[in-house]
């Protein structure tokens, strides 16, 4: 079946460590997409890639970095500048340009720095 | 600009009873409606989407939503709530003219109760 897989689902980070979460999908959807979620403020949208070996800036990428280099893989790396990195951490892709397909989302990372 | 908002952040019922969630969008352009739930630690799953055609869009799990366009409302109703509908309820718009990107409102915590 196809789908998203987010790995770890659980991550341990001392302080002043960059850590690199995965998502990977086999629905051979164009665009991929990171969202950061705090408990009472949804879903803020970190990076976003439309295609490979691009990729925009959402509302909050500072502290964070991506690569699109396959279009199966969309890593985010949550780097030591990133000062409140404790959070639960959402990958989704879909067709770009096609907006009544909506998402399909991973099973998430939750970050926890140490 | 699209912009999402869950008139309620948290809504307690007890258990066999109907529940209304709340959404209202702004958008200057014909607009694509969606309703995502999320259990606690996974991922989003789309409970049901408004294209085009009839106002009333029926999804999984028993939930309904109706689209007003002159209220600029896409509320979610369930008839007769369970114990397994306790979750998070997340309201998001696009439009062609964001491509495949949603906006997300900031979610309604479902909680029910015996």
């Known amino acids: 079946d196809g789908g998203i897989t987010q790995s770890p689902k659980y991550l341990f980070r001392k302080e002043g460590q960059n850590v690199t979460l995965s998502c990977e999908q086999n629905l051979n959807h164009d665009a991929m997409y990171w969202y950061r979620q705090d408990p009472g403020q949804g879903l803020r949208l970190i990076y976003y890639?439309?295609?490979?070996?691009?990729?925009q800036k959402g509302d909050i990428a500072e502290g964070y970095s991506v690569s699109r280099e396959k279009k199966e893989s969309f890593p985010l790396t949550v780097t030591s500048a990133q000062k409140n990195p404790t959070a639960f951490y959402l990958c989704?892709?879909?067709?770009?340009?096609?907006?009544?397909?909506?998402?399909?989302f991973g099973s998430g990372t939750r970050l926890t720095v140490v | 600009a699209q912009s999402v908002t869950q008139l309620d952040s948290q809504v307690p019922v007890f258990e066999e009873a109907p529940v209304e969630l709340r959404c209202n969008y702004s958008s200057s352009v014909s607009v694509y409606l969606f309703w995502y739930v999320q259990y606690p630690n996974q991922g989003l799953q789309l409970l049901l989407k408004y294209l085009s055609g009839s106002t009333l869009v029926k999804g999984i799990n028993g939930f309904e939503a109706e689209f007003n366009k002159s209220q600029t409302s896409f509320h979610l109703r369930k008839p007769s709530v369970h114990i397994s509908d306790t979750a998070e309820y997340f309201c998001?718009?696009?439009?062609?003219?964001?491509?495949?990107?949603?906006?997300f409102g900031e979610g309604t915590q479902l909680t029910v109760n015996p």
């Open positions: 989704a892709s879909s067709e770009w340009g096609l907006a009544n397909y909506g998402y399909t």
């Open positions: 998001a718009v696009s439009d062609r003219a964001s491509g495949s990107r949603l906006t």
């Open positions: 890639s439309q295609i490979v070996n691009d990729f």
